[in-house]
């Protein structure tokens, strides 16, 4: 069963584009990671300031892996901080329905 975890961020006022940038150059390494199924980046369109990444895992361990191997260079996250207001993850199991 794969695990969905939805990360809500929102750029700071002007920060947007510095948003789309940051992504394109960081998800690559994402997109590699061990037990990453799939990962999509979507904004909001009322409010451009608002993103969700959609990533698929084959389980929670593997994107806490990930999220601890993405710690080991803290000058990422620093960057990330400096553009972004908020950000928070859900976890969303899927059902087959």
Not at 33 to 38: A, D, N, S
Not at 40 to 65: G, H, K, T
Not at 80 to 91: N, T, V
């Amino acid at each position: 069963m794969a695990h969905t975890a939805l990360l809500k961020v929102t750029a700071k006022p002007g920060r947007a584009s510095d948003v789309i940038d940051f992504y394109r150059v960081t998800l690559a390494a994402t997109r590699s990671r061990p037990g990453l199924i799939g990962l999509r980046v979507v904004r909001e369109a009322e409010n451009p300031d608002n993103f969700m990444l959609i990533e698929q895992w084959d389980s929670q361990e593997d994107q806490a892996a990930y999220a601890a191997w993405r710690a080991t260079t803290p000058e990422i996250s620093e960057a990330f901080s400096e553009m972004i207001d908020s950000f928070s993850l859900e976890w969303w199991d899927e059902i087959n329905a």
